[in-house]
């Protein structure tokens, strides 16, 4: 109950902090941009078993126009716990990815506009273990990881436009078992004010 009181702090102050932006907007910082990221994710768990896992992410997405591109500054953040009822072992995965990198912008009409991204990744992730003897906590930072992605905005009406996006994190891994990349998908709802 508690995570979840936090979760929806944690929305309430990128949403509040994303309306200051906003109305700071119009005060000659009409490059820049934030939007919040609300949403969930699909990602595959090794820990208590192989399974597929749905969890909440949140976070934002920082957009400064540039002269002949955009530049991108992306936070999101991500938890989700796991049981195994044989051992009454608990399993609590938090974890932080912060994307930087350049977008390039098309408008395909009044309706429609599409872009390119591409730059680096870092990950942190802090992984807990709580068993009836007791806690332990390992944490792990990656490497500096390349991305590249592609997405398309419909423009509905005058304030809000659906997103559809696809974003390939190249993640290099010791088992042959596994894809060197991380395939994230995305779609989303945008509201202007």
Do not use: C, W
Not at 8 to 14: R, S
Not at 36 to 44: A, L, S, T
Not at 45 to 52: G, I, L
Request: aromatic share 10%.
């Amino acid at each position: 109950m508690i995570k979840y009181f936090l979760n929806v702090y944690f929305i309430a102050l990128i949403l509040a902090l994303t309306s200051l932006i906003a109305n700071a907007k119009g005060s000659g910082t009409d490059n820049l941009s934030v939007s919040p990221i609300i949403g969930f994710e699909r990602i595959q768990k090794f820990v208590p078993t192989p399974t597929m896992k749905t969890r909440m992410i949140y976070g934002a997405q920082l957009l400064y126009k540039l002269p002949v591109t955009t530049a991108e500054l992306e936070y999101t953040h991500a938890q989700d716990t796991s049981n195994e009822a044989i051992t009454s072992t608990s399993y609590q995965d938090v974890e932080d990815k912060v994307k930087i990198g350049l977008r390039g912008n098309a408008d395909l009409g009044a309706y429609f506009s599409t872009y390119l991204r591409g730059g680096a990744q870092l990950r942190q992730n802090k992984h807990t273990q709580t068993t009836i003897t007791g806690v332990s906590t390992s944490s792990n930072t990656s490497k500096v990881n390349p991305y590249i992605g592609s997405g398309l905005a419909i423009h509905v009406m005058q304030y809000f436009s659906l997103s559809a996006d696809i974003t390939m994190v190249y993640v290099p891994t010791s088992d042959a078992a596994l894809s060197p990349y991380e395939i994230q998908p995305s779609l989303g709802l945008s509201v202007g004010f």
